[in-house]
Each structure stands twice: as C-alpha cells, then as structure tokens.
C-alpha cells in the first residue's frame, strides 16, 4: 500500500516563475492537506481540498492556488514566485469519515528553491 | 502570534535514558494534540496523540502527558534509542476532524551511544 507521495523532490526556479507541484493521497483517503514548512520552522498550513474543493485556507496569499481531482489526487499551484517561497513544501492526506480523520498522513516532501 | 510552541530547539540524551520533550499552547479550544517525528529528507511521521479529555497516552516507549490547566504537553521516550534522533513536531487541532494541524516549530532529539 503506498503512502503519500509527491513530486518532483526537488525544484529550482526564478524569481516571478510559476510552479505547480502534486501529490497523491493515500489509498482510502479522500482529503489533501498542504503545509509550507521553512527552515527552522514547523510546517505551516496553507489549505486542504476535500470533494474536489477548497474547505479551509490559511494565511498565505492569492498567489497559492490548489486543486483536487476526481481520483482524490492535489496539486499547489504558486504564482510569481518571490526568494521566501523556497521551503519544503509537504502534503498530508486523510479521510473525513466518522472517525473525523484527525490523524494525517505526510508526504515526503518537494524541495521548492527560488533564486 | 505562535499558538503551538516549542521552547527547546534541540536536547542531547545519552542512550538508554529517558527524553522529555515538552510543548505548550495557548489557544483553549484546542482540544487534540498530536506528535510527529521527523528524519531529513522524510515527510512528519505521527507518533502518538492524545484528547483532552485525557491527561495521559502511552504506546510502547512512548508517552505524551497532557495538563489542560497549565495548556501543557509533554512526551517522554523511555528507554531512548539511537534511531529516536530526529525532529519531533508537536501539533494541535480543533476536534472538528480533518481541522487545519497547528505546529510547533520543532525540538531536535539527539541520542548518544
């Protein structure tokens, strides 16, 4: 059963370049998380898509667009890229049923560095 | 405003002791709190979580502590293992489910041999 996994592992770009990264949730889970996670810092919560659709955001701006597919998979779309976007940026999959789905499952990771 | 914090960046514990890593927060309505380890180059790994409504979780090595009145958890590792060094994130939620994770900026556990 494979976990979260995301891609690419790595990225490089510039200043103003757009990217989008993806993620595939675990099998059996139907609600995608993404975190920003900078250096020295704890992950940050920048949305979650559940039914297709944005359910909650946090404080990050416009600039971070989402999207969730039919087949539960997620992709984190940036615009205009600024030199404080490159962290470690971190989906978490889980499933909204009865249990409430508190515990989430983490990716290993995309490597965002903008220069 | 840091509502999950961590005050030690990092702790050295010789192998075969105990470690206590410790987390407060400051939002009341938290009411679920969890904790990830995490090694380079790997995504968090959930280790162990507790409700509010208890005041104690054990699993194997692993105990979390939780004081509702002081806002207060801890985790204890008992005995330490090398393999156990990594980062360790403490985390909180609303008990909403599927609530956005409120992470601590992290403590590195280091275990000497």
């Known amino acids: 059963d494979a976990g979260v996994t995301q891609s690419p592992t790595h990225l490089i770009k510039t200043r103003g370049q757009q990217v989008t990264l993806r993620c595939s949730p675990k099998s059996g889970h139907d609600t995608v998380s993404w975190y920003q996670q900078a250096l020295g810092q704890g992950p940050q919560f920048i949305f979650q898509y559940y039914e297709e659709e944005e359910r909650q955001r946090g404080n990050f701006p416009d600039r971070f667009s989402g999207h969730q597919f039919p087949n539960y998979s997620s992709e984190l779309n940036v615009n205009a890229l600024l030199l404080g976007d490159s962290a470690l940026y971190l989906c978490a999959s889980s499933f909204t049923g009865l249990a409430g789905g508190n515990e989430q499952f983490f990716g290993p990771g995309t490597r965002l560095t903008v220069l | 405003d840091q509502q999950v914090k961590q005050n030690s960046p990092s702790l050295s514990v010789q192998e075969g002791r105990i470690s206590i890593l410790n987390c407060d927060y400051t939002?009341?309505?938290?009411?679920?709190f969890l904790w990830y380890k995490k090694y380079p180059a790997e995504g968090p790994t959930f280790l162990i979580s507790?409700?509010?409504?208890?005041d104690k979780n054990e699993d194997g090595r692993f105990t979390v502590f939780l004081n509702k009145s002081a806002k207060h958890l801890s985790l204890h590792i008992v005995p330490s293992q090398p393999g156990d060094s990594a980062v360790y994130f403490c985390?909180?939620?609303?008990?909403?489910?599927?609530?956005?994770?409120?992470f601590g900026k992290g403590t590195r556990l280091s275990v000497i041999a």
């Open positions: 939002n009341s309505m938290f009411d679920y």
């Open positions: 985390a909180a939620i609303w008990q909403s489910g599927n609530t956005p994770l409120v």
């Open positions: 507790i409700s509010s409504i208890k």
